[in-house]
């Protein structure tokens, strides 16, 4: 006989797995954790290369703006986008990619990833790809989840669409109202190294206002130490990190 005290046990105990099932992830978030136990997920790639990435895109309002910045620096770069706002600008990502950049999925919108939502996320996730294949013509190989915190769901739902979670390795805290080209630079070239991976952003939909400045602003200076380093700058693609699933 299963007696009240019993039954909420197993339930206590449920309840603690399946967080535990849905939160442990998130400690990849912690640069040290994730450079330890998996230096793909890290954007550790080819030593001689770096691979820049931009996040929260597609805006029509400052996508455009660094689209012009990197063809004038002769740079490609990844472009980790919203399956919303993909759908919504089209046009836009089509101009990503026929400008030689490489798309990539951040999720369909910009979510915390607080309560377990494994329905949602194995909708949600494939959706996003699936738009990324019909805007930009190729099956994305990559996923970073918002605030890149992974969890059990988002972990799950990226190895059935086919997508390897990639971070980062360096950032340059471009979201805040107090960053400023030089802020950027600073906190992207403190940590970066060869065969690491930049997270800026192109867009200010989940930042202060206009933050995106920053970052457009770092641009030439962050491209200029890497190629005084003797590193080249790329998308990931070109990055040497095995794709094709998630780890």
Known sequence: MVTARTAAG??????????????????TWIPAVRRTLSPALDGQGDPGHVALTFDDGPDPLSTP??????DRLSVRATFFVLGAELQRYADLGRRIVAEGHELAVHG????????????????????????VLKVGGERPLWYRPPYGILTGGRWTAARRAGLQPVLWSAWGHDWTAQADPGSVLSEVAG???????????DSD??????????????????????????????????????AGRAA
């Open 10 to 27: 197993l339930a206590a105990g449920a309840a603690l797995a399946t967080a535990g099932w849905h939160i442990g992830p998130a400690a």
């Open 191 to 201: 940590t970066l190294r060869g065969g690491g991976t930049v997270l800026l952003h």
């Open 65 to 70: 703006r660094f689209l012009r910045e990197l």
């Open 205 to 242: 939909r989940v930042s202060a206002p206009e933050s995106w400045r920053a970052a457009l602003g770092a641009l030439p200076m962050l491209v200029a130490v890497c190629r005084e380093r003797g590193m080249t700058v790329g998308p990931l693609g070109e990055h040497g990190l095995q």
């Open 108 to 131: 369909w919108r910009h979510e915390w990833p607080w309560y377990p939502r494994l329905r949602r996320d194995l909708h949600d996730l494939p959706r996003a790809a699936d738009t």
